[in-house]
Nanobody
Framework: QVQLVESGGGSVQAGGSLRLSCAVSGYTYTLAWFRQAPRKEREGVAVIYDGGRSTYYADSVKDRFTISQDNAKNTLDLQMNSLEPEDTAMYYC??????????????????WGQGTQVTVSS
């Protein structure tokens, strides 16, 4: 069984930074961060797979966010820089045990954390 527990959310002003972390237990191959703003669909933000050798980002966060995993500590992190009010959302850690072909599609991930809120004020 896979369990995911996020931490690190909070409030920050535009231009600031936050780091999210997700404690991962159980075997996983693909790990991702998703977010969901009020009245919007859940969207993929960043993905890491193949033991951390490969990453993929949504265009909206490319060059601002960095996904990483620490296999020794079993954690997944998301470093978020140059935050914008549009980044305000509940952020979720997600996992799959195998290869995911549509990396940013939430339906391809079986395991989810409970979410952590990120609020960016202008």
């Amino acid at each position: 069984q896979v369990q995911l527990v996020e931490s690190g959310g909070g409030s920050v002003q535009a231009g600031g930074s936050l780091r999210l972390s997700c404690a991962v237990s159980g075997y996983t191959y693909t790990l991702a961060w998703f977010r969901q703003a009020p009245r919007k669909e859940r969207e993929g933000v960043a993905v890491i797979y193949d033991g951390g050798r490969s990453t993929y980002y949504a265009d909206s966060v490319k060059d601002r966010f960095t996904i990483s995993q620490d296999n020794a500590k079993n954690t997944l992190d998301l470093q978020m820089n140059s935050l914008e009010p549009e980044d305000t959302a509940m952020y979720y850690c997600a996992a799959a045990r195998g290869t995911v072909f549509r990396l940013l599609s939430p339906g391809n991930y079986k395991y989810w954390g409970q979410g952590t809120q990120v609020t960016v004020s202008s």
